[in-house]
């Protein structure tokens, strides 16, 4: 999530999504605030690329659709619509829609530095509530590192699992998809990651 508006002006969903669709830039909703979204770098663009083409060329000729940064999602009706990375959904209702995705049983996002705690904990609790969800990913653009989150049906309990090598496969097994960390990140140059090194004072 950016920053709000600088008018402080509350909105209703109808109000933002005209708003938006004359707007230059792109603003998440969250209990009536607008947010600009902020920018991206070069390689946080290339492994969305390269992770929508794969999950395209794997779903497409099921019938499925795959979204990239540019589509709204309900999370939560009237109060929450983000633009995750990419989306994933084969529901019905979700097939025909124009603006907004409702129900996702994928989600994955490409963290960088500025919304990285926000992907982990606060926008992931609200994800959750979505029912149709069975994935929740995080790629890091600073080393190959993939974490997938899987909801196990019955207790609503999310098992974790990491991916650290070129030679890993993650396996989507709910949705019978196999996706090799060669492939999401080939040919792809990692951002620098920055290092805070503590004051002497500390």
Known sequence: ??????????????????????????????????????????????LVQEITFALKKHFRPKGCKVFSENLKLEVIRNEYYPYPDVMLTCHNVDLSAKYIIKFPSLIIEVLSKSTESKDRGWKFARYKKIPTLKYYVLVSQTSVYVEVFTRIEGIDIWKYQSYDTMEAIV????????????????????????IEIPSAEE
């Open 1 to 46: 999530m950016g920053l709000a508006l600088e008018e402080q002006k509350y909105f209703t969903v109808q109000e933002y999504l005209d708003y938006e669709e004359h707007s230059e830039f792109r603003h998440e909703y969250y209990q009536g605030e607008l947010f600009a979204m902020a920018g991206t770098s070069a390689t946080h663009n290339e």
């Open 171 to 194: 396996d989507f097994e709910e949705i019978d998809f196999k996706l090799p960390l060669a492939e999401m990140y080939q040919n792809i140059t990692l951002e620098e990651e920055e």
